[in-house]
């Protein structure tokens, strides 16, 4: 088994080993992970953080020993806390990374960080003003970052940012928490997922005060949900239904 760590800002994650395949993740700046197979271009990985798979660019990782990867295991990651840092190496040279970066990850790459840092848990309360830091992010199928993110993407990052783990996609993310049975009884930073025509999970919030809703649809924006689902105030119709509100913390 190898074993590897994302020394670059935002790597795309596919679902087949080649340029063309699907954006179905991506990778920050001190992500570790699993390499499950090697091929002469690309590597199938597993993510430390939320066991996503997909395959990686050779060119885009640094391998690691088994010893610094159990080290990092243990580490309470210390994440970036604002849109855009910095990390420096040895000759004051820039990296620039994204909101949420694993900068405890930096002296295993020669690297240095002063910036902003966010660690462990915080209040419930906090989840949606995390949240209002992606406000008006472009949707981008696969996204994690300000500059391009899906749904799942968004609730993902803003609880990691608040110290709480997800998984990746919104039919994953669905099976974690508390059900709730009516929409009266969710609070600021649950979870409300939306499913198609087939009964799929296709989609996903963060609730807001109000019966007002985060999420990320041809942007980061706000809407209104109720008991139907999420009311579109540019359309003024309903965009998605609503399947379940979840109680995570």
């Not at 050779?58 to 295991?73: A, D, F, G, M, V």
């Not at 997800?166 to 009884?185: K, N, P, V």
């Amino acid at each position: 088994m190898q074993y590897g760590i994302c020394h670059l800002s935002i790597i795309p994650l596919r679902n087949e080993p080649q340029h063309t395949s699907e954006l179905c993740s991506q990778v920050l700046f001190g992500d570790h992970f699993k390499v499950l197979e090697k091929r002469k271009h690309w590597s199938k990985i597993r993510l430390a953080y939320d066991h996503f798979e997909g395959w990686l660019d050779n060119t885009q990782y640094t391998i690691i020993e088994e010893s610094t990867y159990q080290s990092l295991q243990k580490q309470k990651p210390k994440l970036s806390g604002d849109l855009v840092e910095f990390i420096y190496d040895d000759n004051n040279n820039l990296l620039p990374i994204t909101l949420g970066s694993n900068v405890s990850a930096a002296p295993y790459l020669s690297g240095k960080f002063d910036g902003e840092v966010l660690q462990g848990k915080q209040p419930k309360e906090g989840i949606v003003g995390t949240a209002l830091n992606y406000i008006n992010t472009p949707f981008l199928w696969g996204g994690k970052t300000p500059f391009g993110i899906d749904s799942s993407g968004l609730t993902q990052m803003v609880y990691k940012l608040n110290g709480y783990p997800l998984l990746r996609t919104a039919t994953q993310q669905s099976t974690q928490g508390e059900a709730l049975s009516f929409i009266e009884e969710s609070e600021a930073g649950d979870l409300a997922f939306f499913d198609d025509e087939e009964g799929n999970i296709v989609h996903v919030g963060i609730m807001m005060p109000d019966n007002y809703i985060i999420h990320s649809y041809g942007k980061v924006r706000i809407d209104r949900i109720d008991h139907t689902g999420i009311y579109n105030t540019d359309t003024r119709s309903h965009s998605h239904k609503l399947r379940v509100i979840k109680k995570i913390i």
